[in-house]
């Protein structure tokens, strides 16, 4: 089992930059790939990132490429996003995720564990 917790959001003018984190306790934290979504109010959940089990794999949505990182450090159990040229429809709650058996998803239903998730706001 993985515990995961968000932090890092907040609020931001349009053209900031955010690094959001997720730590994750529990064992094995390099054996999950590991998601970033975001639900933004009156929507639906929306991939946002992922990255497989070593880091060595990425895959971004692509309306977010060039302007969204996310990278992981396995010895410190975390998962992170950088965000940068944020904008107002950015504005969101942000919830990572991991993985167990499959890598490369993006589809929500592939995820096994979901942290709280922390919020973002852009303003104009």
């Known amino acids: 089992q993985v515990q995961l917790v968000e932090s890092g959001g907040g609020l931001v003018q349009a053209g900031g930059s955010l690094r959001l984190s997720c730590a994750a306790s529990g064992r094995s934290f390099s054996s999950y790939a590991m998601g970033w979504f975001r639900r933004a109010p009156g929507k639906e959940r929306e991939f946002v990132a992922t990255?497989?089990?070593?880091?060595?794999?990425?895959l971004y949505a692509d309306s977010l490429k060039g302007r969204f990182t996310i990278s992981r450090d396995n010895a410190k159990n975390t998962v992170y996003l950088q965000m940068n040229s944020l904008k107002p429809e950015d504005t969101a709650v942000y919830y990572c995720?991991?993985?167990?058996?499959?890598?490369?998803?993006?589809?929500?239903?592939?995820?096994?564990?979901w942290g709280q998730g922390t919020q973002v706001t852009v303003s104009s």
């Open positions: 995720a991991a993985a167990k058996y499959y890598s490369g998803s993006s589809s929500p239903y592939d995820y096994d564990y």
């Open positions: 990255i497989s089990r070593s880091g060595g794999s990425t």
